[in-house]
């Protein structure tokens, strides 16, 4: 049952991953196919790297520290991304009304 949420979870974050990618560059959808998934392997790659460091290191049960630190990173980066686009957004709502 564990396996199958995780499924669902990775499925779901990579449907948002792609809405996000796709949505930072609307006018080039092959580059943005082409970011996506090369964030998606990038992603996979050196996230498998630290988490079998951890692992090496400290031993199995550890490996979740590597994954918490990719999840808080990740809520900072969604963060910062949310934050940036609400910024531009209110500077184009200025720059109309003006």
Sequence with gaps: IVILILGVLAGIASNN?????TDAAPEAPDFANGMFL?????GTTIGTGICG???TEMG???SVFGSLLFLIASIVFVYL????AHIRKQVNI???TE
């Design 17 to 21: 991953m792609q809405y996000m990618i």
């Design 38 to 42: 090369t964030s998606a392997n990038l």
């Design 53 to 55: 460091t951890f692992i």
């Design 60 to 62: 199995t049960r550890y």
């Design 81 to 84: 991304r949310v934050r940036v």
């Design 94 to 96: 200025n720059i109309v």
